[in-house]
């Protein structure tokens, strides 16, 4: 199960998630993320893991995807944080590959 909770303030959007972000539950934090940020206004999002006790792939690929549209992630947790790294560490070998790919592209012309 889990419990998302928006909290608006002036200066950001914060989403409160709790429990297991698994399964069909992914797409219901996908779903609230996309309809929250569709909205221009440039109030910073926040997306607080602190109460997350497990997070499959799916869930790993979305945390990825929604930072890399600028949301700041939030956990205190050990295993929260290590899936957290895990997605920043996925996310630079691809970015070293992709820079790599162009060196050797770049040095072939």
Known sequence: MLKITMVETATDRRWIVQGRLVGPWVSELRTTWKRAHRSQDKRACIIDLNDVTFIDKSGERLLR?????????????????????????????????????????AEDQ
Do not use: R
Request: aromatic share 2%; hydrophobic share 40%; glycine share 8%.
């Open 65 to 105: 995807a929604i930072s890399k549209k600028g949301a700041q992630l939030i956990a205190s947790g050990m295993y929260t944080k290590h899936v957290l790294e895990k997605a920043k560490a996925i996310d630079g070998a691809n970015a070293m590959s992709s820079s790599a790919d162009q060196t050797a592209t």
